[in-house]
């Protein structure tokens, strides 16, 4: 049995320019130990399916249908005490806005041993021990004088280290990392997502959202492509990135800047997102697609297998019945390495 099954889910935001259908039809899995990577553009869900998992959501999103089960257990509808113990316990999550994430009031330690409190049975002074020791876990030097100390006398990829000491604060089987490098540079980021891999040897199963392909590549086993709420394919890394069999997903790849890329060669997907107040009918991503056919206009593509049964991807291109007569002759350049 996966660690975390997503099925269905279904989120909406009642806001006064309309409802916005912010996660549609969204299933997953996530094995025990597993680094699932979440990618797609701004405004894909990603955040907000990742909150709905913790019944995070405020006003005016609500979860309108759908299934989360953690370890085979539905959280949908759990009661208080349940969220809580799923809340650090069995999930810990690196929230996406880093500035939220510590508060400057109180000290490091101070806010990793609270977390602690909540999580575990732990109290007083053997709280305190174990917020230094996962401070020290975390990889922050003299981790006992850290303790003492302030946020704002934290750089970046320190304060960054201990909101993950936070998140390990209930020993959790699943971490969530929502944009966990965006904000630190190249070098530090390099570093957390060696945090990353370190946690994750220990069997600490990841979810990692990023706008960064490359970032998922390097660190990811499985990769999962949301676009305008939904899931438009899933895959091993290596299968995503050398295999893309959804139109968004090649174009996501063609749109990476590598090194010694001349600028004009620095392709983006035309378009951008559709308002998910009024989606355009049939397949969301028709408008930008250089392949759709009529048939795209109409039909809402399921996500099937191609390629082999881990490999699922939402296109009318791959869907047997579907009234579509086209190729999709993707043509992926991944280091320099063509592949066809
Ligand atoms: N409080 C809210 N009220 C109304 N709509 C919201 C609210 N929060 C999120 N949304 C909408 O839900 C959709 C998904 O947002 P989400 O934050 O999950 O995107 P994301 O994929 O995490 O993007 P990013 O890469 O920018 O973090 C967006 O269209 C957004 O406008
Ligand atoms: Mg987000």
Redesign the pocket.
Known sequence: MALLEVEDLDVR?Y?EGGV?H??DGLSYTLDRGERLGVV??????????ALAILDLL?D??RIEGGSIRVDGEEVLGADPERLRRLRGGEVGMVF?DPETALDPVYTVGEQVAEAVRVHTDLDGAAADDRAVSLLDRVGIPDPATRATQYPHEFSGGMAQRAVVAIALAGDPDLLIA??PTTALDVTIQAQLLDLLDELAADDLAVQL?S?DLGVVAEFCDRALV?YA?QAVESASVDDLFYRPQHPYTAGLLSAVPRIGDDRDRLRTIPGS?PD?AAPPPGCRFHPRCPYAEDACTKRDPPLVAVDGDDHRAACLAHVDDADFDGDLDFYVEVDGEADP
């Open positions: 935001f806001t916005v912010a996660v797609g553009e701004s405004g894909a869900g990603k955040t907000v399916a405020d005016p999103g996406q929502d944009e959202i706008h949301m709420g997102t998910l």
